[in-house]
């Protein structure tokens, strides 16, 4: 029953985000994993979302995540780029765990491909839990490996 609910909460998610994805300029979908297990990127330049779930058994959550890129794909070396970005998250429990909001800094390091058609990204994502309290943790903190693509 909770499955099917995560399922149907990152489908509205989706929905809801269609309208937005088709005014930006650079718009990106993407596959990642890592911590939590996988996520979905929505990218609509300079703005990001994050649908992510982890399934393991004892320890079910879905966490949503959005953010708002400052530096975009700045080359540092090579083929290599580099973006920063603040946002928030929300991070919810299906197994008697806490429900915690925050804020985050995703910091990716990115390789575009194919004329920027594909990119290969590694991001973390440390996040400060505001509710229920103030604090750093591991389980407020994300890492993904992971590819986009471009869809415009």
């Known amino acids: 029953m909770r499955k099917k609910l995560a399922v149907l909460l990152v489908l509205f998610v989706l929905i809801v985000l269609l309208p937005i994805c088709a005014s930006a300029q650079e718009k990106r979908v993407g596959l990642g994993f890592g911590h939590p297990n996988t996520v979905l990127i929505f990218s ?24 708002y890129t400052l530096i975009n794909s700045r080359p540092i070396a090579g083929p290599f780029t580099a973006s920063l970005g603040v946002g928030g998250f929300a991070r ?61």
């Open 44 to 67: 609509y330049d300079p703005w990001v979302a994050k649908a992510a779930y982890d399934f393991t058994s004892g320890h079910q959550f879905l966490f949503i995540a959005g953010s």
């Open 92 to 152: 919810f429990e299906f197994e008697g765990g806490d429900n915690s909001f925050g804020a985050n800094i995703p910091i990716s390091l990115e390789i575009p491909m194919l004329d920027d058609f594909l990119e290969i990204f590694l991001e973390f994502d440390p996040g400060l839990e505001l509710l229920p309290k103030p604090r750093l943790t591991w389980k407020s903190t994300c890492i993904w490996l992971g590819a986009t693509i471009r869809l415009d």
